[in-house]
């Protein structure tokens, strides 16, 4: 099973976790055909080097392409799509890292279910060293769970996904959007018919810091949910109600305090791990 890997890249990337992160990839018991990086705008001097090593030792496995400018992960994930050769794409971040088995267990579902668009898996975040597990993101399994999932917040991570390119295509490829890509791309693949199914086991480690959720605060990341929720509502994917409650959730969690976002982020969006 031929397959390409797309991982953005922009200038706030860390080296050492890039690498950690294309290594991940290139460990897979299922290898990828091609690897392509987007250069979203001009980065550092140290994230073209660890490129330009991998390019070096990979000539016929690494494309990179790119913007001049920052353009954002919706655009930059676009033309990565674009610029893919093969039916299958894995989105991978730059701070991330999988499982060796991750795209093998994705085309399991895949052989199981040709109406598939998008496959993902569960998550589990960390901070510092992959062994500091804070939480695990348990999503919906099925089809059908994840869809009512999706009419109040989104069903998979972005990092975590097996995507067929034809789909993608077909409903329109990432667009314009500054937060929500993940969430914007899965509502158009069920709007156009795709079905979306997340492997039950914790395949991609994602990585988090301290002020994760303080970034999820105040009301100019408000001001990008509305506008995206909007839109969902616009297209009908959601109802009147589920704008209302769905928005009206992600309001009072925005205007909140940071410590009661944090509070609710880790203790009830997700599942918190104890420490020992």
């Not at 991940?24 to 140290?46: C, H, R, W, Y």
């Not at 069903?155 to 993940?182: F, Q, T, W």
């Not at 018919?193 to 990585?207: D, F, H, S």
């Amino acid at each position: 099973m031929k397959y390409s890997v797309l991982m953005p890249v922009y200038f706030k990337d860390n080296p050492g976790w890039l690498k950690t992160a294309i290594d991940s990839m290139l460990a897979q018991t299922l290898p990828p055909s091609e690897f392509v990086i987007v250069k979203d705008g001009k980065i550092t001097n140290e994230l073209e080097k660890v490129l330009i090593e991998y390019a070096d030792r990979y000539p016929a496995l690494f494309k990179i392409t790119g913007f001049e400018e920052n353009r954002g992960v919706g655009l930059a994930s676009r033309l990565g799509v674009e610029a893919c050769a093969f039916d299958y794409i894995a989105r991978m971040d730059a701070d991330d890292f999988c499982a060796p088995e991750r795209i093998e267990k994705q085309f399991e579902a895949y052989k199981k279910n040709e109406k598939l668009g998008a496959a993902g898996c569960m998550v589990d975040e960390f901070i510092g060293e992959p062994g500091n597990i804070t939480s695990h993101v348990i999503l919906p399994e099925k089809h059908e769970d994840i869809v009512r999932f999706a009419r109040k917040r989104c069903p998979i991570r972005h990092s975590a996904l097996l995507m067929k390119k034809e789909a993608l295509v077909a409903c329109g490829n990432y667009g314009d959007i500054r937060i929500g890509e993940d969430y914007d791309i899965i509502v158009k693949l069920i709007m156009h018919g795709y079905e979306i199914y997340n492997v039950p086991e914790v395949l991609v480690y994602m990585r988090t810091s301290p002020d994760f959720f303080k970034r999820r605060g105040g009301i100019r990341f408000l001001k990008k949910i509305y506008k995206l929720k909007n839109n969902f509502r616009n297209i009908g994917f959601y109802s009147r109600f589920d704008f209302i409650r769905s928005f009206s959730v992600h309001m009072l969690v925005c205007l909140m305090p940071n410590f009661l976002r944090d509070f609710v982020y880790r203790k009830l969006l997700r599942k918190s791990c104890k420490k020992d």
